[in-house]
Each structure stands twice: as C-alpha cells, then as structure tokens.
RNA sequence: GGGCGUAUAGCUCAGUUGAUUAGAGCGCACGGUUCACAUCCGUGAGGUCACAGGUUUGAGUCCUGUUACGCCCACCA
C-alpha cells in the first residue's frame, strides 16, 4: 500500500519528534575520526541574560546550514555550542532585578550572595536559550556545551593570564574609566549611550596670581573645578601668551595652579580660549595632564559624591556641589553668566545613570606584538573574510594596537588571578613559591608592593605567620574569556586529556587530548559585524598567542536584520522580534529558510513586522509607536484591532504578557516564503508517495530515460553544483535561490505535471517511479540542511515505500538501501556528465510553447478544458524534436499538434505567436477576434523592432565591430539575425490578418 | 570628522570578471472547484537601475562628484 501523507505538513509534531530523534541516536556528535576530515564550527556565544533574538536565529541557522551540509558531504563536523557569561550584562540584569523586588542593592548582600544569585539565574537563561537553539534545529554536539565561567574555560582563562604575565605583556597601569556611580563600576566604551539631555554651561574666572587680571572659561561641570590643576591655552593665542607660565588661584581651595599652552587641547576659536584643566575626570584633560606632567587629582568617591579632595564640598552629592560651586563663585564675583544649551551626556547602558569620568587603576595587556601576529594571520590569508571587505575593519583596529584594558569593577566573571603583599621579602617569595611553576611575582610598578600571579587559588595565610596575600577585587572583561572560546572549549591547556563529555570525565586517557588536536584550528566563524573588533579579533590573537595557529580558516559576516524602519534590532528600541513567535506560527522550516534567504553578501535586511490579533487574526502592522510602548507601573499596554474592534496585549521586549491573556503575536508576512515552499515541497512529496504503488527497485538503462527525465536529471545536476558553490562563498541567498527554483518552477512545474500521463500508464510506470524517486531522493538530501524537519519527516516516509533508491550517480541508476535517516544520508553526486545544455535547450523551446499557446488561452478568455488544435512552422530538424514532444502538448496545455514542418501554412483566423525558431498557429475560426489578434501582433512586432534597432545601432558601429571580442559580436549577429526572422513571421502574419 | 556600506518594480531583495530583451518573492489585475497543493494553478501589468559628470566600441555594473539613508570608529571644555 502507498503511504499517504497527511494533507498539510505539521511543523510542530515533525520538529519535536525528530529533533528527539537524532539527539537519542547521537546524530550531532563528533568525535576524532581519522578517517575523515574535521570541520568545526564554535558558536558565537550568546550571553545567558535572555532570549534568543532574531539575530541569533539567523546567526543559529547559518552555522547549522553549514554543518548539516558538511556532515553530509562526510566531513566529522562538530559545532560547538555554549554561553557566556556575559559580565555586565548579566550583574546589571540581576541586581536590577534584586533592587525592584526586594529593595536591595549588591553592597547589602555581599559578593558570595550576589554571585550566587547570579548563578542561579545563569542557569535558568542557559537552559532557556538552549532550549531555544533546539528548537531552530541547532544541530551542535550538546554534550559538549560549554560556559565561559565553567572549569575548562576558567582554567584557560588562568593559563592564559599566567603566560601574559610571565611575558611580561600585563601591567597594571592608571585609566580614565567610564564610573557608573549608580552601579559603582567601571563601564566599557561600547556599553556607554550618548542622550542629549538639557544642561547650562556657564562661564567663570579665575584670578591671575599678582595681578589684576582674571581668566575667564567656560564649563558644564562646574564641581570639576576643586580637581583642576592647571588652565591651558593655546600657545600662538595673544589673548594669552603673557600669561603662560604664570599662575591662577581656584578661589573655592584656595589652591595656585600654572596656566599652560597646549595646542592639543585648548581652541582658540571655542568658548573664551581658555580652558580648565581636571585630569582626573575628563578624557582630554587627563591626555593634557600626561603631556605636561600635570597632577590629577581625583575628587570623587565611588558613589558619585565629593570625596576628602573636594575640601568642604566633599561628602555632597555631585549635583549638589555643582549647585553649590556655581553659588559660591558667583557670591566671590567670580561668575560671568550661564547658557542654556542642549548637550550629548554619556550614560551607562546599563543603569542609565550619567557616567562620570573617573580615573583608577586597571590592567592591561600590550598588544604591540599580539596585535602584529593576529594582523598578520589576516594579511597573508591564513585566515579569510567573507566578504572581504571585512578585513579592512579587522585590519584597521588592530593597526591602532591599544593596549586592552583587561579589568573590570565587577564581581561576576574571572577573578583576576593576582595577590598582593607589601611585607614580604623577595626571599621568602622565592621560598614560599620555590618548587611552583604556576606562581610567579614581581613588583609592581610603581615598587609598593609585590604582585603574585598563580594559576590556582592561593590561601591568603600561605606565606606564614605575619604576610597576608590579597587578592585583586577585579573580574576579567568577559571579552578575555571568550578570546579563549576556540580552544578553551576543546579542553587547552590540557593537552594530556580529551576535554569531558557532559561534564563527566573523559574516555579516553593515552596522554593526549585527541579532541582538540583533531579540531583545532576551526574552519569557519559564523558572526555579524559588530564584534569584528571585540571578538573576532581577540581570538584570532590569543590563538596564535596559545596554540600556535589561527582559530579558524574563514570568517563569514552575515547581515543584520533590521526592523521595518530599517534600525537596527535591540532591546532597548523596544523593536526586537521574538523567533519563538514566528517558529510557533510558520514552523521551523520556514523561518530558516526564510532566514537563509535573507543572506547576501551586500545589504542588511529589513524586517516589517506585524501583531496578529488573537480574536480575528488580522495582522496590524507594528508602527514606531508600538516600539515605545512600555507599561508605566502597573497596566501592560494593549493594542486595538481595527477589524474586530477588540484590544489585546501583545508580544514585546519591554514586557511579558499578563498570564491567561490573549497575547497579539508577531508575524510577518516574509516568513510566508518558507511556510509556502515547505507546503510545496510537501506536496510534490505527497503526489510521488500516491503514484509509488507497486514501486520496484531495478536499474535504468539510459535508453529508457525520457526527454523529461534527462532534462530533470540535467538539471538537479546543475542545480547540487551550484548549491555547492554558493555555500563555498557563503551565499545562503542565492543558494536558497537556486534550489526554491528548481524545486517549484522546474520538478513540480513542469516535471511532476509531464510524467502524470506515464504514471497512469502501466507499461511506463515502473521507469516514471524510478527516476522519479531517484529524483526526489536527491531533492530531499539537498534540501536537508536548509530545512531539516520536513526533509527528514520525506525521508522517513520514502524509507516506508521505496527503501531501495536509485543512487543518481551510477551509470544505470541501480538501487541501493537508504539510509535510516537524513541526518546520516550523504550529499548528492551527481556526475556532471547528466548535465546537457543542448537538451536543456530543447526543453526551453517546448516550455516557450506551452507558454504561449496558454497566453493565446488566457487571451481569448478560452476555458482550460477546451481542446485546441496547434499547426506549427519550423525547418525540418525542428519538427522531428517537436514531434517527438506532441503528447506533452496535449497533457499540458490540452492542445492536439495538428502539424509541424517548414511547409505549414497559417490557417485563416488563427491566432499565432512566434517564437526564436518556430511559429504556432492557433486556429479560432469564431473565437478569434481580428482586430484585437492584430494589435497583439502589432505590438510584438514593435517590440522586436526595438531591439532590433538597438542591434543594428550596435553593429553600424565601426569600433564595436573592431574592438569588441570577435565572439560578442557573433553573438550580437546571430540574436540580431534571429529576432529579424521572428519579425518577418509576424509581418506576415499581420499582413494575413489585414488581407482577410 | 575618519572608515565601510547601501540607493534597481508599490514592498522586500537578486543581478559574478562591463556585452542576453534588467530578474525573483510578496502585493496588484484577469481567469481557474481537472483526482499533490487555494499555503495552489495559469496569464499579465508594473522599472529613465537616486542625481550629475566621466572612462569605454559598450555602464545597473568601473571612476569622480552630489544627495539621502545605515553601520563602525573618533570627537564634542
């Protein structure tokens, strides 16, 4: 009995049940197989502070595409998954979670407290994202998931550190960080937001020292004033050159300080030319303060307010020295007015607080040589970005080789491993840490004290009695630990051991670890432009610093998804896209390969979204507005559906529905592109599996094959080639392109509808199924990584009816046992020998046919079911292959070929159409309508002047004739020659229309 | 301010190294209850390839400039 499938294809039962599936057979691992060639993947790993968002789901497709298409091909392909933990991110998110709920702020509960709340949402994030990665059909070795704070990673991390140290490539040195006085940390640069807020900027003086004369400046932060240790001015401003070198009184402290010039920092043409200087709380100036030597003082404490340096303003809040500076300069006579302007203040991203520029001390790493070597890596091609361009970004930011600020005033990440000891001896160090290869020290920079670095933990008590051992407060920046992913996840620096499988210990234990030997270096990183610099980067040069060699081959940039207005995606536009909506709506397969579609080379995508209303279904397209709907307090915002008139709450970043409550979810229309290619694929499957009764296994002589069947074997041919092709470049569109075409437009199309006739035909039946499983066999492999699901659902299905498949790739097609599942099918070979231009040619010429007599149809309002009569005009060597093509005529366009040859003659009142070497006449005598079947012809005729003219203009050109290739001027001949002739065929029929 | 990118049909996007009559999906119009599929089938309309110059026998494609938009970096007392 021939397995029926289900009318409609149910994406959700599929994913679920299959996905368990291969996950219980171990389909996704990857082991050291020598007899294979390796091909590793690491994911870009997500931070565990939220959902998956659409970015990631492209992302999470691409990498699987790639994966599923390698394992096929018969590499060992593993891809790596895991997390991050994502730093500041993830404290910010917990303590601002803790301090809505309970009140409470990280100093209240202390760090182990803290650490361990975070812990527990780390792994509910984790699992959801995970979980999340699944159900997109992620096709990662899970067992071997990773976590950036976990024990292999953090003993990377270590390593790593210890080796910089040892290199003498860390120091500890002074830096303006941006302070987070709300959070009480130092905030990255990228995690910094510019806001035009309303500010004064007032102007003040200062008295010159032993004369009458003042100074005047301009400043929006007047309380920066108790920290100033010098004004500038430009050198060549007259304003001010007798006055450089001289002294000024900051008349609040009572304090002299030098006026100076400096051309770097002051502008003669901005405000009075004068210019306080604060090194200590401003970028420029602090740059300033090191070019003349300047002291820098620091006048605040952690939480923003003035400290001990700040004189009698110190224990106030920030605003309110301010407030009070400018009082108390203007009760001196020292202040000269105030603008109102409107100015960019830096604020955390995080807290969104103003940051304040704070100077503290901080670790580094010098990137002079790591940044060479990783330069390098891309300058040579030892590793590649797709597209190229891309190098130039890479490029770029290393060129500036900035030392990396390494340390972070936070309690979430890798504790730096450094202890401090100022009592200590050399000796007793040397003593202490005698028979230790993981310890080393040396005194810090500016000799206060000893820094110990050590790769395991150590007691603070371990020097003896008298000496205690501090560790550094700081946490490592996230960035050091996922520098480490490509090789920390495969177990470096343990070389003796196979990193463990779910945690547990390793099999294997030869004294090597087989693992990342057999991985390492990866083949491709699959990321978006963003990180280029923070991560891509930063592997690339701890690669080459650890292992020796380069992470990856390739790096390939995707697009962005951008929403309908063309911004970018984020949490905080309140314009993020929640997959689990759309996987919910259209099925997994649709969206990847919707998404898969969406990545080109060139542009970024843009997304228009919509909510579907949970009563009526309408979609109501999603507006700015919608973006910035956040609920203030307690009621969630509601949308109102024009065609139902009923509201309802809806699926947002900002917010999670009200339990019970009918939630409007996102959709988008783009998304029907995959759910309709799925319903398509899936019925094409559903017509072959209904005409497979009495399907036997046996081979094909090639004789036996008809034109529609060598055509579709041509074809499928071409079409794995050029699938493998793109995916080499990683152009995931054009290779979804290729093979949505081949899928729609030409197996179903026109081979399906072709073969219908033989299928009913007991004499020609056995051939028809053969070729056509083989066919759709291979359809089905090529399609697998793109849409594993449904591929896999097909497969099984097939298994049932036809486990004996004609393999495409040998000579007769001869059967051979399928495979237990598409995960462990191979990718199709298809020789390039079934490739045959000349047929397909041919085919075009029957496809243009059919096409035409269905428009004369279509034209003349002819019912589908009437039968027509079709008289073609041709040379001879024409006819025998139109011959040969009849009953196609008939089977698609119901059309009985009356004759065929170079004597056929247009019947009067027929309708005609011309082709490149054929002319076809339809005879409707009654039907046919003289005029209008003349302004048709009258049009295509004036159609093909045009461009015959453009022809001829081109080869009445002397120097086209001459210069151009001999062969593109043959081309533009012969096409002119032709078009000539298909002219001719409609003059002539138009003057056969005029005479009758 | 520096760098990178984009501008092609109503919408979202393709268009290899310059040479075919510039394409697709959606939407639109017209016609379809044929036993795979209305998430479908058939047919069709719709484009001065942002603008201005240039190179070339030939430009959607290369160069210069302009405009608009996006991203990254730097800066903004």
């Not at 609920?631 to 065609?643: H, S």
């Amino acid at each position: 009995m021939p397995t029926t499938l289900a009318k409609q294809y149910d994406p959700q039962e599929a994913q679920h049940r299959w996905f368990s599936y291969w996950e219980e057979r171990g389909y996704f691992n990857a082991d050291p197989d020598p007899e294979k060639q390796s091909h590793t993947i690491m994911i870009p790993l997500p931070n565990v502070t939220g959902a998956l968002h659409m970015g990631h789901a492209l992302n999470g497709t691409l990498q699987d595409l790639i994966t599923r298409w390698r394992r096929m091909q018969g590499y060992e392909a593993l891809w790596m998954p895991g997390t991050d933990h994502a730093g500041i991110a993830t404290q910010a998110v917990v303590e601002r979670r803790m301090l809505e709920e309970e009140g409470l702020t990280r100093h209240d509960v202390g760090r182990e407290a803290l650490v361990n709340r975070i812990w527990k949402w780390k792994d509910t994030y984790e699992s959801r994202i995970l979980s999340q990665l699944k159900q997109l059909g992620a096709s990662c070795d899970w067992r071997r998931t990773r976590f950036t704070l976990d024990e292999v990673c953090s003993r990377a991390v270590r390593r790593t550190f210890f080796k910089f140290f040892d290199d003498g490539l860390i120091y500890r040195g002074k830096r303006l960080v941006n302070w987070d006085t709300y959070l009480q940390t130092a905030v990255a640069d990228d995690e910094v937001f510019r806001e035009e807020v309303d500010g004064s900027f007032w102007t003040f003086t200062y008295p010159v020292v032993g004369s009458e004369e003042h100074i005047s400046f301009s400043t929006t932060r007047p309380e920066t004033m108790l920290g100033d240790t010098a004004v500038c001015v430009h050198p060549s401003d007259e304003r001010y050159t007798h006055l450089i070198g001289q002294k000024v009184t900051i008349p609040l402290m009572d304090r002299e300080i030098p006026i100076i010039a400096d051309a770097l920092l002051a502008k003669m043409d901005m405000g009075t030319g004068a210019v306080k200087v604060t090194p200590a709380h401003d970028p420029n100036d602090y740059a300033c303060g090191l070019r003349n030597k300047l002291p820098m003082i620091n006048i605040l404490n952690s939480d923003g307010t003035i400290n001990e340096n700040g004189g009698k303003y110190s224990g106030m809040d920030r605003y309110e020295a301010r407030q009070r500076v400018v009082e108390d300069m203007n009760a001196a006579g020292h202040y000269h007015g105030v603008e109102e302007r409107k100015m960019e203040l830096a604020h955390s991203d995080r807290s969104k607080t103003p940051i304040e520029p704070y100077l503290s001390d901080q670790w580094f790493v010098k990137m002079d040589d790591l940044a060479q070597a990783a330069m390098d890596a891309v300058s040579d091609g030892r590793v590649r970005f797709y597209p190229q361009r891309y190098a130039k970004t890479y490029l770029d930011w290393l060129g500036e080789k900035r030392d990396w600020c390494i340390s972070r005033q936070l309690w979430w990440g890798h504790r730096i491993p450094i202890w401090y000891c100022d009592t200590c001896t050399e000796a007793e160090l040397q003593q202490a840490f005698d028979d230790r290869d993981d310890v080393v020290f040396r005194r810090d920079a500016e000799d206060r004290c000893w820094l110990i670095c050590s790769e395991t933990d150590l007691e603070a008590d371990c020097l003896g009695p008298g000496h205690t051992l501090t560790q550094d407060d700081d946490v490592l920046d996230t960035w050091f630990s996922s520098a480490l992913w490509p090789h920390a996840t495969l177990g470096w620096p343990d070389t003796q051991h196979d990193p463990p499988l779910d945690d547990a210990a390793p099999a294997s234990d030869d004294g090597k670890n087989h693992v990342l030997d057999y991985f390492y270096p990866g083949s491709v990183l699959v990321t978006s432009r963003d990180i280029i610099t923070l991560w891509v980067a930063r592997m690339v040069l701890t690669g080459l610093y650890n292992m020796g060699d380069v992470p990856f081959r390739h790096v390939c940039i995707h697009p962005k998804i951008l929403d309908g207005f063309g911004q970018t995606m984020s949490k905080s536009k309140g314009n993020g896209v929640d997959p689990m909506d759309l996987i919910d709506k259209y099925g997994t397969d649709a969206v990847r390969f919707t998404i898969a579609s969406f990545a080109g080379e060139t542009q970024d995508v843009r997304l228009p979204v919509g909510y579907e209303c949970p009563h009526c279904e309408a979609v109501i397209a999603q507006t700015l507005e919608h973006q910035t709907m956040i609920p203030a307090g307690g009621e969630k915002p509601r949308i109102d559906c024009p065609k139902c008139k009923k509201s309802s709450q809806f699926s947002s970043p900002w917010f999670d529905p009200d339990p019970g409550e009918a939630v409007a979810r996102v959709v988008s229309e783009r998304f029907e592109y995959g759910r309709n290619f799925c319903n398509k694929l899936w019925n094409a499957s559903r017509f072959a599996l209904m005409n497979l009764e009495g399907y036997q296994p046996g081979p094909v002589d090639r004789s036996e094959l008809m034109l529609e069947d060598r055509w579709i074997l041509s074809r499928l041919s071409r079409v794995v080639e050029d699938v493998n092709t793109y995916l080499g470049r990683y152009q995931f569109d054009a290779a979804t392109r290729a093979i949505r075409e081949f899928t729609w437009n030409e197996f179903c199309d026109w081979y399906l509808e072709m073969i219908k006739p033989r299928l009913r035909d007991d004499e020609l039946r056995p051939v028809a199924q053969r070729v056509l499983v083989s066919v759709l066999d291979g359809l089905v492999r090529v399609l697998a990584p793109f849409v594993p699901f449904i591929t896999e659902e097909l497969w099984q299905r097939l298994n049932e009816v036809a486990p004996q498949r004609p393999v495409i790739g040998s000579e007769d097609l001869s059967p051979a046992e399928a495979s237990d599942s598409i995960m462990t099918a191979s990718w199709p070979e298809i020789p390039a020998s079934l490739q045959d231009s000349g047929l397909e040619d041919r085919f075009e010429r029957l496809q243009e046919t059919i096409v035409a007599v269905r428009n004369v149809r279509a034209v003349y309002s002819i019912p589908p079911a009437t039968p027509l009569k079709l008289h073609m005009r041709c040379d001879e060597s024409a006819a025998g292959e139109i011959q040969d093509v009849s009953s196609q005529f008939e089977n698609l366009a119901k059309t009985m070929l009356e004759s065929v040859g170079a004597t056929v003659e247009r019947p009067s009142g027929a309708a005609s159409f011309s082709l490149k070497d054929a002319d076809g006449y339809i005879p409707l005598e009654g039907v046919i309508d003289r005029e209008e079947e003349l302004g048709r012809q009258q049009k295509e005729a004036d159609k093909l002047r045009k461009f015959i003219e453009g022809h001829q203009k081109k080869l009445s050109n002397a120097n086209f004739v001459e210069r151009a290739p001999a062969e593109v001027v043959n081309d533009v001949r012969e096409t002119l020659a032709g078009l000539q002739k298909q002219l001719e065929s409609v003059e002539l029929i138009i003057s056969q229309l005029s005479d009758s």
